[in-house]
């Protein structure tokens, strides 16, 4: 268990104070990880979260105490327990003066959030929500993407591609969760899905992009593996 240090908190804070000391406390939590899940992540989907909503008719402040703490306990990190995020987030805020409405409006976001497979419906019931799930779903693709999925697929030990292990679209959370395919698969598997999967129209236009670059990655990625291919046929003529 994680003991999250109390010392940048008091009962009087108001709005920008508990974001500032909330920040601090994500980011000694997130000092050191590895595997595309670190602080500068949590980071660009918090500033990523505030531009979005600015277009949005929503309670910013929900926004970013979602956006802040919506990876802090990733259930890819325990065992599993994709309820994991929502209670440690729940404890945390508990160390502010928060009304109930707020912390459980957070701590449904966060436990509906995560990506759990390409046929598992992860539908946000709010604008907060949605807007945060946006930003967490721009920074899994694109340049950032790319570098923080082999990032991750190195961490669990994954392989980068293996032409004989085809892509596998996951209609269940369980076959999602101990999927150990190459990474070049999770493109096919989560990463092109999420363009047609944004909420708001500022996220579907940064998306454009991002996608694009990605669909650039794969084509020179295959036109490089093709080389040792041709190779291979050749060898065995
Ligand atoms: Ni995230």
């Known amino acids: 268990m994680i003991i999250f240090r109390k010392n940048h908190i008091n009962d009087n804070m108001k709005y920008q104070d508990i974001i500032q000391s909330l920040a601090i406390v994500v980011k000694e939590r997130f000092n050191g990880e590895s595997g595309g899940h670190d602080w500068w992540h949590i980071y660009r989907v918090w500033q990523l979260s505030k531009r979005i909503a600015e277009s949005e008719n929503a309670d910013i402040f929900v926004v970013e105490l979602a956006a802040l703490l919506h990876d802090v306990a990733d ?11 929502g209670k440690a987030a729940r404890y ?23 990506f759990k497979g390409a046929g598992v419906d992860t539908t946000m019931k709010t604008i907060e929500g949605k807007i945060v799930q946006d930003a967490d779903r721009l920074d899994a693709i694109g ?34 969760k101990k999927s150990d395919s190459p990474t070049i698969n999770h493109f096919y598997e989560k990463l092109l899905l999420l363009k047609d999967r944004m909420n708001t129209q500022t996220a579907r236009e940064i998306a454009i992009e991002r996608h694009q670059f990605m669909e650039q990655f794969l084509s020179q990625f295959f036109r490089e593996w093709y080389i040792y291919q041709k190779n291979d046929s050749i060898k065995n003529q």
């Not at 502010?96 to 449904?108: A, F, G, K, M, N």
């Not at 950032?144 to 293996?162: E, L, P």
């Open 92 to 114: 945390i805020l508990s160390e502010y003066s928060l009304s109930d409405q707020i912390t459980d409006h957070v701590v449904e976001i966060i436990d509906t959030l995560s």
């Open 75 to 85: 259930w890819k990190y325990n065992d599993g327990d994709e309820y994991a995020g």
């Open 143 to 176: 340049a950032i993407g790319i570098a923080r999925t082999f990032a991750y697929g190195g961490m669990k030990g994954r392989g980068i591609h293996d032409p004989e292990i085809k892509p596998f679209l996951h209609d269940s959370f369980e076959t999602y």
